[in-house]
């Protein structure tokens, strides 16, 4: 099936650093997405992004938090400054449409650990 | 509140048995996704529905959108069945977004 490739698959990292996790999305996607999951729990929402702007935001997307995807490249997710609660397993998707006719196509998680 | 409550939080089935997993929400959802996430955490993509009933191999998902809920049926479990199983939902709002329930921890065992 469609692919989404994440990278790093996993980072550690020193607090107050900043880090950026990047994503592949499926080629002919024009939705994109990131997930925070913690240890097992629930994938929490994080952010949508479509045509170079973010649509729709958490609370959990803190303002340390940003995103882009500079001319069709890397969707990416950028942490400025880390903190120790951003240790997760963040994970991108891809989606063609945002109607209730889209299925999202997930990466295999990036697993960022803050120190 | 949650608007995907998912049930139960763990099953634990014999090889070659089977269950139920299910979705409630509380709101109007457009269309369910079901995922199982495997032991290297891995994200795979079971099912979307829109209405109605699909069938895959061992899996069978049903959604019901007037009645908000989902049902996952699991038959002739394998050992490689074990992992965690979400349910996602789509309200429609034209966001694309998900929202996940907390998941279904299934463990099968010889």
């Known amino acids: 099936g469609p692919k989404v490739l994440q990278i790093p698959s996993h980072q550690i990292i020193d607090m107050g650093q900043m880090v950026t996790l990047n994503c592949d999305p499926v080629?002919?996607?024009?939705?994109f997405y990131w997930y925070k999951q913690i240890l097992g729990q629930q994938m929490e929402f994080l952010v949508n992004f479509y045509n170079g702007k973010v649509m729709e935001k958490s609370k959990l997307f803190k303002d340390q938090f940003s995103v882009e995807r500079p001319d069709g490249s890397y969707f990416t997710l950028k942490i400025q400054p880390t903190a120790l609660e951003d240790s997760a397993v963040y994970f991108c998707?891809?989606?063609?449409?945002?109607?209730?006719?889209?299925?999202?196509?997930f990466g295999e998680g990036s697993r960022l650990i803050v120190v | 509140g949650d608007q995907v409550e998912q049930s139960p939080s763990a099953l634990s089935l014999h090889e070659g048995t089977g269950s139920a997993l299910r979705c409630n929400f509380t709101?109007?959802?457009?269309?369910v996704q079901w995922f199982q996430q495997n032991s290297r955490g891995s994200l795979i993509n079971l099912f979307y529905?829109?209405?109605g009933t699909k069938e895959n191999g061992r899996l069978k998902s049903t959604f019901n959108s007037k009645e908000s809920y989902s049902t996952l049926h699991i038959r002739d479990a394998q050992l490689e069945d074990s992992g965690t199983y979400f349910c996602?939902?789509?309200?429609?709002?034209?966001?694309?977004?998900?929202?996940f329930g907390h998941g279904t921890i299934l463990r099968v065992h010889p």
């Open positions: 998707a891809s989606s063609f449409t945002a109607s209730s006719g889209n299925t999202l196509y």
């Open positions: 080629s002919n996607h024009l939705y």
């Open positions: 996602a939902a789509n309200t429609g709002a034209n966001t694309g977004k998900l929202t």
């Open positions: 529905l829109a209405s």
């Open positions: 709101t109007t959802m457009r269309a």
